[in-house]
């Protein structure tokens, strides 16, 4: 192509960002909406009661990664509702240091979804970097549980529970924003074991999850 240079290209493209950069934020306004998208890591800090009958056992859900989305609406020019979710993770559903003594490491694996209904407060300032913090409930839906061991069934109940959130949101200049944010979610669940083992025990699964994505307000 005429004119064209791998010089000239690297030019333009760092002039074009700067103007970007020296643009600054475009703050939000109420009324405005934005939506997002990206990839979600959910790492659980867990554990779960003993099994009666085997003393010191325990179960525990492995950590995975999904893809996820928010919609936001702000209702004043500082704070947003959101609605976020994702598609289901598919943890393991793992045994303790004793059942895998006893050769039941891996006890099966579940599917989990978890959609949380936040209210999120922006700290607006005149950088590129809007820091944000949120708090509400999550609905975290277990389902499509499969237990390995032969002869036994497991089912996890559903829950509501109390969700907060920290979180920064880059924008420069364009209704595109790039998107981070930590998630902690209190989340008490009963595991229900029927078959070879019939007891239910209480786990302790309280999700820590990490947001990365891309997002659009308008």
Do not use: C
């Not at 192509?1 to 000239?8: D, E, H, I, L, R």
């Not at 989305?69 to 393991?92: R, V």
């Not at 998107?179 to 029927?194: E, G, I, P």
Request: aromatic share 12%.
């Amino acid at each position: 192509m005429k004119g064209f240079s791998v010089s000239k290209l690297a030019s333009t493209t760092a002039i074009s960002l700067l103007g970007i950069a020296l643009a600054g934020p475009v703050y939000a306004a109420a009324g405005d909406f934005y939506i997002r998208a990206g990839v979600s890591a959910m790492d659980p800090d867990t554990g779960s009661e003993s099994f009666s009958t085997i003393p010191g056992s325990g179960v525990r859900l492995d950590s995975d990664i999904t893809l996820s989305g928010a919609l936001g609406w702000f209702i004043t020019d500082s704070a947003a509702l959101e609605i976020s979710s994702s598609l289901p993770y598919s943890p393991d559903l793992e045994g303790n240091h004793r059942l895998n003594e006893l050769g039941i490491g891996n006890v099966g694996d579940v599917k989990y979804v978890p959609t949380y209904l936040t209210m999120n407060y922006f700290f607006q300032n005149t950088s590129a970097v809007t820091p944000y913090l949120g708090a509400g409930v999550a609905f975290n839906k277990f389902y499509d549980e499969n237990a390995t061991p032969p002869g036994l069934d497991v089912n996890l109940d559903s829950t509501f529970d109390p969700t907060v959130l920290a979180g920064v949101e880059m924008d420069f200049g364009t209704p595109v924003l790039v998107n981070f944010d930590v998630r902690y979610t209190l989340l008490d669940t009963d595991a229900k074991f029927s078959g070879t083992v019939d007891e239910t025990v209480e786990m302790e699964i309280d999700p820590v999850v990490f947001k990365l994505g891309v997002g659009y307000r308008f």
